[in-house]
């Protein structure tokens, strides 16, 4: 005999909320883009220390997607480029790949602060998390610091939320077959939407500096709407090879596509920063 179960009044509501919800997130995620009206900056600065060959390949990746859907793209690794009135003309900054130190004054850095403060959208890649690391608000853009990487080697990416742009192509697993690095981050913001983790589990042999802070995963591509504007990361792409993978290109559009949001150009009257020390105000 089948037990009949009734559901309060309550649990309805909760449930056709929760539909509501979710059907908000995808419309949201569906949105159309009107690429003719999106111009993207690719900056490439890296300070002392390691650079990555896969660079140049990140480049003309993303001009090649501005050609294919018909967005305008710009690259630069000179830090002068940011000031405000050349930042207001993009949708978008690309940090592929930057390290270390890559401004040449605290003037650049109140730019990109302003921009964000002003509705912008970031996108890191790769080692953009090496990215000024001695700078708080930074960090907090992006949403952590990078710590170490295992050696170079296979493994799977599971998808966390499968209706994301960035992941909504791939499979379950997301294998890494050509190897990448196993990124560890630390001083990870809290409030971060974890799209995706690689599974610690489908490396080789055991590391001691391994981190099990998340157990046997750990967030390799997340984003976040951080102070006024929205910021997209992942931790992938370390092979210069995987840039002109199909995959991994509709990865960075849609991490692209995320952080431009409604579209808008960056709006000054709701910037507010005049030093990079300046603390992050409640909105």
């Known amino acids: 005999m089948r037990k009949r179960v009734f559901c309060s009044g309550t649990s309805w509501l909760a449930i056709l909320l929760s539909g ?32 990555h060959d896969n660079i140049p390949n990140s ?48 003037a650049q850095r109140v730019a990109l602060m302003r921009y964000i403060q002003a509705g912008g959208g970031f996108v890191g890649i790769h080692s953009a998390s090496g990215t000024e690391r001695d700078w708080k608000w930074f960090k907090q853009l992006l949403g952590a610091k990078f710590y170490w990487h295992d050696k170079n080697q296979p493994f799977t990416v599971n998808i966390v939320d499968h209706h994301h742009p960035s992941v909504a192509h791939l499979q379950n697993r997301w294998q890494r077959n050509r190897g990448d690095e196993f990124y560890y981050l630390k001083e990870m913001a809290v409030n971060l939407h974890v799209i995706a983790v690689n599974d610690a589990t489908t490396l080789a042999g055991e590391n001691p500096r391994r981190l099990d802070t998340f157990g046997d995963v750990f967030p390799s591509v997340w984003c976040h709407e951080f102070d006024g504007g929205r910021s997209w990361y992942t931790s992938l792409g370390h092979n210069k090879e995987y840039y002109f993978d199909d995959d991994f290109r509709k990865h960075i559009l849609g991490g692209i596509t995320w952080a431009i949001g409604k579209g808008k150009k960056p709006d000054y009257s709701k910037a507010y920063a005049t030093s990079p020390q300046d603390e992050v105000r409640q909105r």
């Open 59 to 106: 480049i003309v990746a993303i001009k090649e997607l501005g050609k294919e859907y018909g967005f305008e793209v710009d690259a630069s690794e000179d830090p002068a480029v940011f000031t405000e009135d050349n930042l207001k003309q993009y949708n978008v900054l690309v940090f592929s790949n930057t390290n270390n130190v890559v401004f040449d004054t605290d």
């Open 20 to 51: 509501i919800v979710m059907l908000s997130v995808h419309q949201a995620n569906a949105q159309k883009v009107r690429w003719s009206k999106i111009k993207v900056l690719v900056y490439t600065k890296n300070g002392e220390g390691f650079v």
